[in-house]
Structure formats: C-alpha cells, structure tokens
C-alpha cells in the first residue's frame, strides 16, 4: 500500500514568509509525527497527533510553528515568519495506535534564504 | 532526560569486513530500542527493532541486542556488503504514555568494494 508522503520535497523562501508543509499518513493509521532533521544529526521530535489533537507539542521550538490535523488524517505543518536557522528536513511519520513502530515519509527539505 | 548516543562516524569498512556501531542511551524504565537506516536519496526505513532486555532484533543479516546492564543496543552486521552503505539511526521509545522516538546523531557508513 502507499506509505506516508509528504509535499512539497522541497521548499525554498525568503526570511520573513509563512511556509506550510504537508504530511499524508498510512491510510488508518491514528497517529501521525513531526520531526525536523538538521544536516549531519538525527530526528528531533516536534509534535505528536493521536486523531485529530496535538497528544505532545512539547518539541516545537518557539510559537512561530503550528500544526494542525483537522479531519485526524492529513496534517499541515505551518512556520510563521522563517529564520534561516529553520532551514533543515521536515519528516513526517505515522503509526497505528497499537505499535510504536513509525513509518517516515520522504520529507521535505525546508530552505531559508 | 532521554538520551542516545552513537559511535561517531564516518565508518568506511571493506565489503565482507564485520561491522559493529556502538549505541548507548539514557532513560528511565524499560525503553522500546530501535535502529533505523537512510539510504542516499530515501527516507528513514526501520531496520529492527528490540522491546524488551534480551531481546535481539534481526533483519536483513544485521543484529542488536538489548542490554539493560550495559544500557547498549549495538549494531552488527558479519559481512557487510556495499548495498549497505547508508547512515544508521539508533533510537528509543521511552516506556510509558510517550510515544516520540529520540534518534542519535547517526553513523555514516561507506562500504567498499
């Protein structure tokens, strides 16, 4: 079956602009994940979804990141006024609510001019 | 808090040559262990994964065990091929409600022919 996507692969913006990322889950899978990779060094968690609420935004660095997943399926990932140190791989990644083996999506590579 | 940390790389092995990359964490409980793996181009796959002490997940050749003593989860592979040159995440679940994994900061592997 189709694993998780995510668009665009890549994004490039200026400072100051407003970027949203898209996640599309595991078709029934109930739990959905942000993560942002920085080159050269692994995942750092940003929120965590189980259906349609935010479970844990503990990982978003500042109030500038927002997340929503409306319907508990798609989620977007929204960054108001990008800084360039916001340029890095966004990853996506979702799993039944049973397991806690995460399936990753391809991400999307975030850059900031 | 909860931590990983990995054998720093690059590693650069022969094809055929033993592999070995050492992961110790840091949590409390009984974290679930996993490694993951990135091949060039492509997202993060899971390459096994371990729940409980004594455990040994296995895939694809490749080994770890979980040992609550040593808090290690180690990565070996008997002969490695150049098909596994990739970056190798080792990660944890922390027990309990959490659900995020927290990732090292990954190993570079290079295998030559």
């Known amino acids: 079956g189709a694993g998780v996507s995510q668009t665009p692969s890549n994004k490039v913006t200026e400072k100051g602009k407003y970027v949203e990322l898209r996640c599309d889950p595991i078709s029934g899978h109930t739990a959905l994940y942000w993560y942002r990779q920085s080159l050269g060094q692994g995942p750092e968690f940003l929120i965590y979804?189980?259906?349609?609420?935010?479970?844990?935004d503990s990982g978003l660095p500042n109030d500038r990141f927002f997340a929503v997943r409306p319907e508990g399926s798609v989620s977007t990932l929204k960054i108001q006024r990008t800084e360039r140190g916001d340029s890095a791989m966004y990853l996506c990644?979702?799993?039944?609510?049973?397991?806690?083996?995460?399936?990753f999506g391809p991400g999307t590579r975030l850059t900031v001019l | 808090g909860n931590s990983v940390t990995q054998m720093e790389g690059p590693v650069t092995l022969s094809e055929e040559a033993f592999l070995t990359i050492n992961c110790t964490y840091t949590a409390t409980g009984y974290p679930s262990l996993f490694w993951y793996v990135q091949y060039p181009g492509e997202g993060l796959q899971l390459l096994l994964k371990a729940t409980k002490a004594d455990d040994k997940g296995s895939n694809k050749g490749f080994e770890a065990t979980y040992r609550k003593e040593t808090t290690s989860f180690h990565l070996e592979k008997g002969s490695v091929q150049v098909s596994d040159s990739a970056v190798y995440f080792c990660?944890?679940?922390?027990?309990?409600?959490?659900?995020?994994?927290?990732f090292g900061s990954g190993t570079q592997l290079t295998v030559l022919p």
């Open positions: 979804f189980q259906g349609t609420g935010a479970a844990d």
């Open positions: 990660a944890l679940i922390p027990s309990g409600s959490a659900r995020q994994l927290t």
């Open positions: 990644a979702s799993s039944t609510s049973q397991e806690r083996e995460q399936f």
